[in-house]
Antibody, heavy 117, light 107 residues
Framework: EVQLLESGGGLVQPGGSLRLSCAASGFTFNNFAMTWVRQAPGKGLEWVSTIGATSITYYADSVKGRFTISRDNSKNTMYLQMNSLSAEDTAVYFCAKGVYNGWFDPWGQGILVTVSA | EIVLTQSPATLSLSPGERATLSCRASQSVSSYLGWYQQKPGQAPRLLIYDASNRATGIPARFSGSGSGTDFTLTISSLEPEDFALYYC?????????FGQGTKVEIK
């Protein structure tokens, strides 16, 4: 069974940094693209970043230059380094596995990031 | 960026009724359109990919259709567990984008 477990969230001050982790199990991690999607409180889904199986990366304009996605295939873990955080980054962050050549499934349970003074 | 517009925002229906949800893209996404279901406090799950293919384990009452810019998710007969939020998403272009969601609520 595929399992994805996010960690590293919490409260951070504006301008601060945080690193999220997504620990994966139940599949051959290095064969699949992985993605971060976020959801602000009471809002819809926003794609954040994707890292391909070859480690090619893609970012939403809203996070480009501030967030860095990476993966450690030896640890079956994906990361999201988030710098220069602002209140607009407050959200539940989900990690998801790539499936069917580009879709997101399954998803982790999500981790809350709150940016506030 | 491709903008996806979902309609209606809210759909009020009774169990057993048919639900028809729409997603319109600001430019053609070919057949690269998917649908997700999200229940309160839960992560989304993939229902339909590439416009009309059901993901693993998704009941046959869920079906998708469309191509280009206009897409439809149909739930043939609503079960109690189908009352939820539904999002469309495109994988035609970067950045990936989601629609704003349609809430299917019990009438």
């Amino acid at each position: 069974e595929v399992q994805l477990l996010e960690s590293g969230g919490g409260l951070v001050q504006p301008g601060g940094s945080l690193r999220l982790s997504c620990a994966a199990s139940g599949f051959t991690f290095n064969n699949f693209a992985m993605t971060w999607v976020r959801q602000a409180p009471g809002k819809g889904l926003e794609w954040v970043s994707t890292i391909g199986a070859t480690s090619i990366t893609y970012y939403a304009d809203s996070v480009k230059g501030r967030f860095t996605i990476s993966r450690d295939n030896s640890k079956n873990t994906m990361y999201l380094q988030m710098n220069s955080l602002s209140a607009e980054d407050t959200a539940v962050y989900f990690c998801a596995k790539g499936v069917y050549n580009g879709w997101f499934d399954p998803w982790g349970q999500g981790i809350l990031v709150t940016v506030s003074a | 960026e491709i903008v996806l517009t979902q309609s209606p925002a809210t759909l009020s229906l009774s169990p057993g009724e048919r639900a028809t949800l729409s997603c319109r893209a600001s430019q053609s996404v070919s057949s690269y359109l998917g649908w997700y279901q999200q229940k309160p406090g839960q992560a989304p799950r993939l229902l339909i990919y590439d416009a009309s293919n059901r993901a693993t384990g998704i009941p046959a009452r869920f079906s998708g259709s469309g191509s280009g810019t206009d897409f439809t998710l149909t739930i043939s007969s609503l079960e109690p567990e189908d009352f939820a939020l539904y999002y469309c998403q495109q994988r035609s272009n970067w950045p990936r984008t989601f629609g704003q969601g349609t809430k299917v609520e019990i009438k």
